[in-house]
């Protein structure tokens, strides 16, 4: 009997999430729910955390683009200080005379303000800001509902580790309980030795399937404490065992709705879309005028000898419109045009592409979850029957009427049944949530009816 596919299960969960600030201090084991165990992960993953920053990042961005509609206002400041005046030759009653012109000291100061009035590309670029944010958001959506996959996935995982070693470790005791029968039978010189060195075989051959499930169980522990983002000193328990989920999942593969509308992908892929149209008409404004309002008020003074005395400032301003008008420029603005139409044509024709590709793999999912509702009966009728032969081993091997192989032999295939019926229903639950992910299910946290 091999214990690999349950330690694989679990080694398979292993992500790239990143390990998050200690939230718990204590040794202390905590029993805690599937939901329990999401709604901490969502509060404390530093994924979501990163995910959650920049979408305020990209609010902060679209103000920027908000601020551009509003005046700007500048001060600026400047002084000359001349080395050697400017000298202009004159003629005076037919004589050349040189008078220089200027003084030591020039300062010039003022404001000046100007507000874009028509700027169809700079009204545009907002709607553009709006679509951005909206994709964020949804890349941020995106990683809560991958989150969630994961934290179902290793929580699941962590429910096969227990009980697929409770069940080991019951087949362990099993067979020391017999190893000990059989030493005291031989010290009573009722057994022989052949039988106690074979029982005893028998509880080494079991003894690294036991640690394999140990370390299966503290793999899955590990994971789920780095998704959840709480210290990796704490003891993280399930509050339910494996065997009663089974009381809630059915009725998941009769669901008629499998609208891909929620697909993440997909609607990122439709925001994407959406942008590379809104940046079709941006290149459009790219060819209208702007026009601008302009303002400045200045002072200005000259002066001789010492730059700090004797300064007498001399306002003048002036308002003004500043009307800009492309004409020519090499034709850069039409290959921008067509490149931004090019995108929006691919962009159609991947969509086309993934609808085709997730519908598949939904079909797939429910072909997989209607297979594994099956594969979980007939594992439960041969765990039944597994249990039945054993119990009739077992009074056979009390009368004398069969050996301890054949015991042994029955035990090992009851113990192989209840793991493949363990195991049916971890791929039972494993599939509902990956299609969970996979329809962009945000709050999928049970594959009740109900909760759809």
Known sequence: ????????????????????????????????????????????NQSIKVADLEVKRMDYSKKEVLANLFPSIDFTAAYQRTIELQRMNMNFGGQSQTIKMGMDNTWNMGFSAAMPLVNASLWKSI?????????????????????????????????????????????????KLYHATYQKQFEAGTASEYDVLRSSVQVTNVEPELLQADIAVRQCQLQLKVLMGIDSETTVMPDVDLRAMKQEMYGYALEDKRSLRDNTS????????????????????????????????????????????????????????????????????????????????????????????????????????????????????GMKSAAK?????????????????????????????????????????????????????EGAYSTTPASK
């Open 1 to 44: 009997m091999k214990f690999f596919k349950l330690t694989i299960a679990c080694a398979a969960l292993l992500t790239a999430y990143p390990s998050a600030n200690a939230q718990a201090t204590s040794s202390d084991t905590l029993r805690l729910s599937r939901e329990q165990c999401i709604e901490i992960a969502l509060q404390d």
């Open 127 to 175: 709607s553009l800001s709006d679509t951005q944010i909206l994709q964020t958001l949804e890349s941020a959506r995106a990683s809560r509902i991958d989150l969630v996959n994961n934290i179902n996935k290793t929580y699941y995982a962590l429910l096969l580790a227990i009980d697929s070693r409770e069940v080991i470790r019951q087949n362990y005791e099993l067979a």
């Open 266 to 381: 997909l609607r990122s892929l439709d925001l994407n879309r959406k942008l590379a149209s809104q940046n079709v008409t941006l290149q459009k404004m790219a060819w209208l005028p702007s026009l601008a309002a302009t303002f400045n008020l200045n002072w200005n003074a000259m002066s001789n000898g010492n730059a700090l005395k004797h300064q007498k400032l001399n306002p003048y301003s002036n308002v003004g419109l500043a009307l800009q008008v492309p004409i020519f420029d090499g034709l850069s603005k039409l290959q921008k045009y067509r490149q931004a139409q090019v995108q929006v044509k691919e962009l159609d024709l991947q969509r086309e592409t993934l609808v085709n590709s997730l519908n598949m793999q939904v079909d797939l999912a429910l072909d997989n979850i209607n297979r594994e509702a099956k594969q979980i009966n007939s594992s439960e009728q």
């Open 389 to 441: 032969a054993l119990e009739i081993m077992q009074k056979s091997f009390e009368i004398g009427a069969a050996t301890y192989l054949n015991l042994r032999d029955s035990e090992m295939a009851n113990t192989s049944a209840q793991l493949a019926y363990l195991q049916s229903i971890y791929n039972y639950l494993v599939s509902t949530s990956e299609l969970d992910a996979l329809l962009g299910k």
